[in-house]
Structures are given as structure tokens and as C-alpha cells.
């Protein structure tokens, strides 16, 4: 099993390798070199988790100088193979539909190349047994999303894209970096399991746990697209698809919950839970409100991603490990399908993103339209999908948990209800109704059964079935399910907000379309419609701050010395000079016999210090 295990870790480095260099070759091999290595880390995934019985504990050391050493260790248990599991299963599938959707890219073996070097990050970060190695694997994602997100580097919106992300993850990623030195200063150890028995010993001050605690977390919510670092999710997706898929829906963005999880009994004894679920219900709320008025299909799902990511970190904060990251597995699935069925639709459509252009494409494409509904239906949480059963158990953890109980509780139950709202005005307004752009719909193609429509029908059967699989799941996760008692009324209540909700979003966005533009056009709405649509301006806000008050704030105080000090300085040197100068040209006025006595006068003063320090 050990060997399995490096293996699995060194295969997709290798692998981006051999994919790029083949490509070079024929672009051809590109593609089916990372086909082969992709499914070559699931089936190696399957075998780990079919022969699992204790964890692979591999410790091993970076480097070392004397006494002093760093780690780099691999920790593989149940928690760790579900993620290896989820990364490798979902990134063959993502790798299979991309044969079709990069068809037409001359940049192929640079594609697959950066997907399996990304793949390959994720599978060291899920199976890091230090903060050392898993540092490495964070790093490795980043420096792989950022190529991702900016592949079509030659146009400005994806290479600005790939700036952003680049920026708002790296701002996180300086608190990570921080908290592994304070870890390492403090307690001398940077493994997992050891820091969180340390924790739960109380063998670390609790003041400064906390504080490693924020810190991890601030890195964890810049790489999971949470409030306020989640402006760069948004724009990552001028990447192409498959990319959204991959990174963005189901493995990249679930590696902050992943760092917290990990951590949790770390998290549950510097009592800073409660800064988690806070800032995920902030998130939950923002991201669901804000998925109501986006146009573009991804769009939707970006802000439905950072919404769904809220869930699971509201989860975790309301201390149930098992509902977290239940959800957070599930999502992964469900959000797969759903990207790559966008993926689907915009390949077809001539790469059209605005649902405003669609309608009635369940006629062109009705097994997409079908597998994209069954994925809206888990993502609405309606039973017996996945999403409904680990949606249910964190609203249940928000409700019974004094801490999460009141505005936190809400938020979460509002985020939970518009999902169906979102979901379902995507999915009419695209397959439903009559076509809006007739001319656009004449020209959509049908997608391929093989490559695109297969992986779509593997994550919908899946999603399905996972949903008969929960506290098994729960279990692999947390080693437990979630124990709270279900709130009386919770599901008939849950279940009437959102077959009302339904019913409302059918009737305005495909029975009266137009009463819906009547409405979005008052000034009222309008106004509504405009916060929403640009997530709040904490985009606009986060830039203000740091051009105006960190860059500018910066660059005046830079001015300012410069000018009244620096400047200052050397303007009083010449003045200085100039009155020295003044004043002993007065001891020269050309005659001699002030030349004389002035001489004497000199004289006579050094003779006066000489006489007293002789004296003295």
C-alpha cells in the first residue's frame, strides 16, 4: 500500500510531463495520455480505498541541519481517500469530456499538462500528514489554477482572471505561511494529528490558538471563495469550463473546508468555530442572493459554489463535522455535473453564456436537460437526492447549537431556500419555454453521447445514489454521523418553501416572462438588481481600499516624506552653507590688518583650550 500511495502522488507530475512532450508530437497524445494517467489514479484511488484497514503513515524528512529538520510526511486515512477519490474520479471524468469541448484548442498538450499538474496538487494536499507538505500541495493548486483560469492568456478577461485569482489566493496564503511558523515556534511539531491532540491536551496557549486558528482560516477562505476574498471565483470563470468544473466546482475551492476539517479538534479547542460558521453564513447569504440575477450561465454557478462552500463551513462551525463535510463531498458531485452540463450547453450554443439567449434547448438536448435537473434537484436539496440529507443535517446543527442559533441559523435557512430559486430560474430559463434567440437555437448542435453526455450521466447516477449512502459517507468523513435531533416541522416546511419557490420561478420565468422585465424594470428593482448582480461591490470595495488607502495611503506617506523630510534636509544644507559662508566672509575684508587681528584673535583662543586642557 505505501508504494501505491507515492505512486499516486508521483504519477500526474510525471504525467503532465510525458502529456506535454507527446502532444508536442501529436496533439492527440496529449489527450489520451492524460485519458490513461487520469484513469490510472482512480483505479490506484480504488484500490487504497477497497484495501483500506489503518492509515498509511508515511513520515520522512524534507531536509534536516543538526537537530533541526523540517517535515514531509503522507497520511492517508478514511477522510483522505474520500478527497482522493473525489479528485481523481471527477478529474478522469473532466479530462474524458474535454476530448470534445478542447477539441479545436492548438494549445492541447499545455492543457492537459496543467490539468494533471493540478490533479497531482490536490492529491498531495488530501494526503499531506504535515503542515509542510500540505503548504506544498496548497501552492501547487494555486500555481495550477492560476495557469488554468488565464489559459486564453492572449485575450484580456481570462488573463486578468487568472491575476485576480492569483492575488486574492495568495493574500490568504501569507496567514498560512504565518501560522506554520508560529506552529512550528510554539509547539516544535507541524503534524497533523499531533497538533490537534496537542489542542485537545491543552498543551498550547489558547490565546495564540485562536490566533493560528484565524489565521489558517483566512487562507482557507481565500482559497474556498468566501466572503469578502470571493471576488476572484467570479471572474475565474472566463477560464474555459472544464477548468470551472475541475477546480472550481468539485476539488480547488473544497481544500479550505478540507485545511479546517483536518483541523478540527484544533478548531474546536481554540473555540474559534463560531468565527467559521459567521463568516460562512455572511458567504451562504451573499452567494445565494447574488446567484438570482446573474445572466451567464457560470456565473449562476460560481456564486451557487461559493453559497454551497458557506454550507459546509457553516457546518463545521456549528460543530458537526459529519454534516460539513457530508455536504462538502456531495456538492463536489452535484457541482461537477452541473459545471460540465453548462460546458455542455455553451459548446453547443457557438460558446454563448447568456441564458437570456436560450429556451427550449431540452428539445436539442434532452438527456443534458435531463442530467442537469437532476443535479438542480440535489442542489435544491429536494429528497432522495444527496444534497437534501446533508443540507438538512446543517440547517439541524444551526438550529440546535445555542451559539449558531439565531442570525447565523437564519441566514443559513434563507441560503438553503433560494438554492432551489437560483437552480430552477438557470434550468427554466434555458431548457423551458419557447427559444428567446431563434437564429442561436437553429444553430446548436447536439452534443456527443460518448464524450460529453456520458460523463454527465455518471455524476447524475451518482449523485442519486449517493444520496441512499449518507451516514455511510458521514462516516468515512467524521467517523460518526450527525446525532441531532430533527427540528419538528423542519422538513414540511423546508419542502413547502420550495415547491412554492418552484412554482413562483416557473410561473415568472417561463409562463410570464414578460411581467418579470416589467418588474426588473423599476427603479427600485433596478437598484436591487444592480448590488446583487455585482456581489455587494466587495469587489469595487476590496480594490478602493488598496489602490486608495493602501496603495495611495502608501504613496502619500512616501511623498510626504520625501518632500519634507528627505528635501527639507538637503535645501537646509545649502541655506546652512550659505550662512557659514556669510559669516566668515566677514573675517575677510582684504585688509591686512583685519586679516592680522582676526589671526590673533584665533590665536590667542586655541592657546586658551590648550591652557585648560593642560590644566584639566
Keep these: 500500500m505505501p508504494n501505491l500511495a507515492i505512486i499516486l502522488l508521483m504519477l500526474p507530475m510525471f504525467g503532465a510531463l510525458f502529456a506535454f512532450l507527446s502532444g508536442k508530437i501529436n496533439k492527440k497524445f496529449a489527450f489520451w495520455s492524460a485519458e490513461i494517467i487520469g484513469l490510472s489514479l482512480f483505479l490506484i484511488t480504488l484500490k487504497l480505498y477497497s484495501s483500506y484497514t489503518v492509515p498509511i503513515d508515511l513520515p520522512m524528512t524534507w531536509f ?137 491536551n491543552g498543551k498550547i496557549e489558547q490565546n495564540m490558538m485562536y490566533l493560528i486558528a484565524i489565521f489558517i482560516f483566512i487562507a482557507a477562505i481565500g482559497k474556498s471563495g468566501q466572503f469578502p476574498l470571493f471576488p476572484w471565483l467570479m471572474r475565474a470563470m472566463e477560464g474555459p469550463t472544464t477548468v470551472s468544473a475541475l477546480i472550481h466546482g468539485a476539488t480547488m475551492v473544497n481544500s479550505g473546508i478540507y485545511i479546517v476539517a483536518r483541523l478540527f479538534d484544533f478548531y474546536v479547542a481554540a473555540e474559534a468555530l463560531l468565527v467559521v460558521a459567521a463568516f460562512g453564513a455572511i458567504s451562504a447569504f451573499i452567494g445565494a442572493t447574488s446567484a438570482l440575477v446573474q445572466s451567464e450561465l457560470k456565473k449562476v454557478l460560481a456564486y451557487s459554489t461559493m453559497s454551497h462552500l458557506s454550507l459546509a463551513f457553516i457546518g463545521l462551525g456549528a460543530g458537526s463535522l459529519a454534516a460539513g463535510m457530508t455536504h462538502l463531498v456531495n456538492h463536489a458531485v452535484f457541482k461537477a455535473l452541473l459545471f460540465l452540463g453548462a460546458g455542455a450547453i455553451i ?166 416572462l414578460d411581467l418579470t422585465k416589467k418588474i426588473a424594470a423599476q427603479p427600485l428593482m433596478r437598484s436591487i438588481h444592480k448590488v446583487l448582480f455585482n456581489g455587494y461591490f466587495i469587489e469595487f470595495f476590496i480594490h478602493y481600499f488598496a489602490k486608495e488607502v493602501v496603495i495611495g495611503g502608501f504613496a502619500k506617506s ?27 566672509a566677514k573675517t575677510h575684508t582684504g585688509y591686512t590688518s583685519d586679516n592680522s587681528g582676526a589671526m590673533a584673535f584665533g590665536i590667542l583662543i586655541l592657546l586658551i583650550i590648550l591652557f585648560i586642557g593642560g590644566a584639566m
Design 64 to 200: 534536516s541541519l543538526g537537530d533541526f529538520s523540517i517535515p514531509f510526511g503522507i497520511y492517508i486515512d478514511e477522510l483522505s481517500l474520500v478527497m482522493l477519490l473525489i479528485a481523481t474520479g471527477l478529474g478522469f471524468l473532466d479530462i474524458h469530456f474535454a476530448h470534445d469541448y478542447m477539441a479545436k484548442d492548438p494549445h492541447q498538450p499545455r492543457y492537459y499538462a496543467k490539468v494533471l499538474f493540478f490533479i497531482g496538487g490536490m492529491i498531495l494536499l488530501v494526503s499531506a500528514k504535515d503542515m509542510v507538505s500540505l503548504f506544498t500541495g496548497w501552492e501547487f493548486m494555486g500555481l495550477a489554477s492560476y495557469l488554468l483560469i488565464s489559459f486564453w492568456h492572449d485575450q484580456n478577461a481570462p488573463a486578468d482572471a487568472g491575476v485576480s485569482a492569483f492575488l486574492f489566493t495568495r493574500f490568504g496564503d501569507i496567514f498560512l505561511f504565518a501560522s506554520i511558523g508560529l506552529l512550528f515556534y510554539l509547539t516544535g511539531s507541524l503534524d497533523l494529528v499531533h497538533l490537534n491532540e496537542l489542542a485537545s
Design 558 to 584: 512616501i511623498n510626504w516624506i520625501d518632500t519634507y523630510i528627505i528635501d527639507a534636509t538637503v535645501n537646509a544644507t545649502v541655506k546652512v552653507a550659505q550662512r557659514v559662508k556669510m559669516l566668515f
Design 347 to 512: 459548446m453547443s450554443a457557438s460558446h454563448v453564456k447568456d441564458m437570456w439567449r436560450f429556451g427550449g434547448l431540452k428539445t436539442k438536448m434532452p438527456l443534458v436537460a435531463l442530467f442537469m435537473g437532476l443535479g438542480a434537484l440535489s442542489l435544491s436539496g429536494i429528497p432522495p437526492f444527496s444534497g437534501f440529507y446533508s443540507k438538512d443535517a446543517i440547517i439541524i446543527a444551526t438550529l440546535t447549537n445555542p451559539l449558531t442559533s439565531g442570525l447565523i441559523s437564519s441566514l443559513t435557512l434563507i441560503a438553503g431556500i433560494l438554492s432551489i430559486a437560483y437552480i430552477a430560474r438557470l434550468w427554466f430559463l434555458t431548457f423551458s419555454g419557447e427559444p428567446r434567440d431563434k437564429e442561436l437555437f437553429l444553430k446548436t448542435s447536439k452534443p456527443s453521447f460518448f464524450w460529453i453526455v456520458l460523463p454527465l450521466a455518471i455524476m447524475a447516477i451518482a449523485t442519486f445514489l449517493m444520496g441512499f449512502s449518507q451516514e455511510s459517507i458521514a462516516k468515512l468523513v467524521s467517523g460518526n454521523v450527525p446525532q441531532e435531533e430533527h427540528v419538528s416541522g423542519l422538513f414540511i416546511g423546508l419542502m413547502s418553501s420550495i415547491t412554492l419557490l418552484a412554482l413562483i420561478v416557473y410561473y415568472y420565468f417561463v409562463k410570464r
